[in-house]
């Protein structure tokens, strides 16, 4: 039986839910496993399911001299694979000043990780972002002699490709969340000349939910009469979110008259800059923060809720927004901007609603649409939370993954 280690940037991470589940569900299939973080993590909030993997989280300093030690070590009993790693990495990150230099300084980390997984028997290892988790596993299968994969998710994909053929070519197999990513993996890969190998190397996996966890009991969250219409929004509060047409558009809909109440769930740098325009807008009664929010505080909102919207800035923005599967898997129609993969998840008019980049008209309309016509409301949630169920669930998804390391 395998046993592999994840590289992780920082773990627990309050963002990474999507991979948090993943990662409880590969524990529940009985794959055995060890997580190594690079960063030690200073969210202040821990979502509940992750404080059992965070137990068995090593983490390790950027220098010290039995990390230096153990360089000599692997230097000298292992001169080949040492420099291999070595030059065979930093090399081909001189074109990034930025990876080259933050690399160099996980050096030593990587080499202390790669004794530990010795120690520890590992057998795989596999990095949980493109970027420096890859690279950073790639270090420790060149030290250590055994295979490597990576996951590519979104912005570690996109943002910087330096060297991210070089790590598709030397991975057993590479894991992405979206047809799309696929389809754009396989054009980097032909840097490298790997077209026809790395076809079947590049595998989709989408990331799933617990569908019993996220479902809606019957009559859950429906509009009943004296009851206000609940419009939710879920995401770390960014510019790319796009939470300011969002609010633009409940400003429309209060002028229509449409009797409502919006929560918007999620924290960041401009939380303070959105309350100042629904102060502006005068929809204080309406429009509400929740601040940072545990998972298991958000499901019940999830089922509460009678439509999600997502106003999302596409150029600043790739994937598959893991908030609008938990919101569909608990049968609320969803409302989002076209992104490059949302049509692997939504048809428009049939499991949910596609809308134009930054056109609260277009939010207002949808959503004052669905308000009017509980029918509609209905038939899209049941719609929605049916392709969740073929496509995300966790439990199929994590044994495809786990598939995948016992193949190797």
Known sequence: MPKIAFIFSQFPCYDETFILREMNELKASGLEFEIYSLKTPKDKIVHEEAKELAQKTSYLPFVSLRLQALDIFFLFRHP?????????????LLKSPEFFFKT??????????????????????????????????????????????????????????????FKIKHAKFVVTCTEDNKR???????????????????????????LERFKKEDGQGMNDEGRKFKILSVGSLLECKGFEYLIEACGMLKEKGVDFECMIAGGGCLEQSLKAQVASAKLEDQIKFTGYIKQEELIPIYKQADVFVLAMVPEKHWGIPNVLIEAMA????????????????IEDGKTGFIIPAKDPTAIAVIVEKLCLDE?????????????????????????????????V
């Open 80 to 92: 080949g694979r040492y420099f291999s790693a070595f030059f065979g990495t930093l090399l081909r």
């Open 184 to 210: 754009y993996l396989l054009n980097i890969a032909k840097d490298e000349g790997r077209k026809t190998k790395d076809d079947n190397k590049i595998v989709v996996n989408y990331h799933g939910v617990d």
């Open 104 to 165: 160099g300084c996980l050096w030593h980390k990587a080499v202390g990780f790669a004794w530990l997984a010795r120690k520890q028997d590992i057998t795989q290892v596999h990095g949980q972002w493109a970027t420096y988790p890859a690279t950073v596993a790639y270090i420790i299968s060149k030290l250590n002699n055994i295979p490597f994969s990576f996951t590519g998710h979104a912005h570690d994909i996109y943002l910087d490709t330096t060297m991210l053929a």
């Open 330 to 345: 608990t049968s609320v129609p969803a409302v989002c901007t076209m992104l490059p993969s949302i049509p692997e998840l």
């Open 375 to 407: 029918a509609l409301q209905k038939r899209i949630g049941e719609a929605g939370r049916s392709v969740i169920e073929q496509k995300f669930d966790i439990v199929n998804n994590a044994r495809r993954l786990k598939e995948l390391f016992e193949a």
